[in-house]
């Protein structure tokens, strides 16, 4: 089939290389030149394991390529919408990019000559606004579907191809909501195959899935860095605690994970959107939990420069901090709303001087130049000389530090554990004050 990906950052990208890889003709559209030419010539403009060769392997094979030029979506039978909608300052999402995607769109649907032709909006929105472009899209014949996108990154491709589930959000016309599904499950059909549980509501559902599940993820990482807290105050382990009551299938394992909390450029953005919708639509106190949920999850970065004031009783000023980690989570590069990055603004800004690494993070920040931050190439440059360390990204070649070895480079040898990822014996071992989140 002829698809059409407008919009090219994470989720567009992947999702173009994803739908060209199960045998579809792709273009990808983005008003970013830089970005379209890195992609055309097959370089993943961003880190995400995996994605660079299912990029490479369909350019080369000519089904996917990429564009700046909107009219090459003329034809294709299938317009996938994937632009960012970044949190504004008030919090509620930023609707330009989605707009304009549609302003620029509408003049070329309806050349479609393989059949029904169908547009797809993945990005993240608040409720409301597929039946509110969906009045622009019935009038240029043409049915609008809401397919939220799940993926996570570090695993973008794999949830792309094997997704937990499929949401479709259709019309309430039955026969356009009919024959709109029947285009969508031939897009999706080898996924559809290995039995992924499809799903078909109403749009505002839809819109509103996406919203619920990344909000009851962030729910469940603030409450369980709460708990660590009172852990903390108490001399309990969160990470025993954790495993306990994660042991009841009801509560789950996952996302029990105490730590410096959430960041990324989904879950704090979405919780905030989702408030700011909740609230226009005159039911923002039933969203308050959401609230809470962010303050400690902010909370949580304040709770390190409280531990590392207590770990270097004769001050934070001209210390030397390492801090081990920029990216918001392993297995990526981004670095949108990280932890690590405020904590290690916290720590500069109480005068310590600090030291950040990151693999893949890292070159990107030293170009990008961060003011009181010292950006080192590797874990042992940032160590070296330094009188406390954090753990702020839990990438294995960080938790596989030899605490040992640590210590021989270190002036002081003090340790945070901000993701309560280290073997906290062996550090002790070593001869080092350990201090976890929540974790004796
Ligand atoms: C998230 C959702 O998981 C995904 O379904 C959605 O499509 C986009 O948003 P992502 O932002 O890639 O994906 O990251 P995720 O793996 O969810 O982690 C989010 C943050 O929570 C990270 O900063 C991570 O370090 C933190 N986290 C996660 C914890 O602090 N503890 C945990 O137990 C789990």
């Known amino acids: 089939m002829r698809i059409s990906m407008i919009g090219c950052g994470y989720l567009g990208a992947v999702h173009a290389a994803s739908m060209a890889e199960i045998g579809h003709d792709v273009v990808g559209i983005d008003v970013d030149e830089h970005r379209i030419s890195a992609l055309a010539a097959g370089r993943a403009p961003f880190f995400e394991p ?54 620029a769109l509408e ?44 993926l996570r990154e570090g695993f973008a491709v794999k949830d792309t191809l094997e997704p937990d589930r499929m949401v479709y959000g259709l019309p309430a016309d039955t026969f356009r909501a009919e024959a709109a599904t029947a285009v969508l499950d031939e897009v999706y059909a080898p996924i559809l195959a290995t039995g992924v549980k499809r799903l078909t509501m109403d749009y505002a559902t839809a819109e509103l899935v996406k919203v619920s599940a990344n909000s009851f993820l962030a729910l469940k990482i603030s409450f369980i860095n709460a708990v660590a ?12 605690l954790a495993e306990a009551i994660g042991l009841d299938a009801r509560i789950g394992h996952r996302f029990l994970r105490a730590g410096i909390g959430f960041g990324g450029g989904c879950l704090p953005k979405d919780i905030r959107a989702f408030q700011a919708r909740a609230a ?54 981004d670095m949108r709303d990280s932890p690590a990055l405020e904590i290690a603004g916290l720590l500069a800004a109480a005068g310590a001087r600090v030291a950040i690494t990151d693999p893949q993070a890292g070159a990107i920040l030293a170009e990008q130049g961060r003011e009181g931050l010292e950006v ?14 954090v753990l702020t990204t839990e990438w294995r070649q960080f938790t596989s530090i030899d605490p040992v070895r640590a210590a021989s480079l270190m002036r002081r040898t003090n340790v945070i554990d901000g993701r309560n990822s280290l073997d906290a014996g062996a550090w002790k071992g070593a001869g080092f004050s350990y201090m976890g989140m929540g974790r004796r």
């Open 229 to 240: 807290q009172v852990c903390d105050a108490a001399g309990a382990d969160v990470t025993s």
């Open 50 to 103: 995996g994605f660079e060769e299912v990029l490479s392997r369909n350019v080369a094979s000519g089904r996917l390529r990429f564009t700046a030029d909107i009219s090459a979506a003329e034809g294709s039978q299938v317009h996938f919408i994937g632009v960012g909608t970044p949190q504004t300052p008030s919090g509620a999402a930023d609707m330009t990019y989605v707009d304009s995607a549609v302003d």
């Open 280 to 333: 226009e639509l005159g039911t923002g106190e039933a969203l308050d939990i959401l609230a809470e949920a962010d303050r400690v999850n902010l909370r949580a970065r304040s709770v390190v420069l409280d531990k590392a004031r207590q770990m270097l009783d004769d001050g934070l000023d001209g210390a030397r901090v390492a801090i081990l980690g920029a990216a918001f989570k392993p297995d990526s590069d």
């Open 107 to 150: 003049p070329h649907l309806g050349r479609c000559v393989e059949g029904e032709e169908i547009v797809v909006g993945k990005s993240t929105v608040p409720v409301g606004t597929a039946a509110r472009l969906a009045e622009r899209f019935d009038a240029a014949g043409t049915t609008l579907v809401w397919n939220p996108e799940f």
């Open 376 to 389: 080192c190439e590797t874990a042992d440059e940032a160590l070296r000389g330094a009188d406390l360390a």
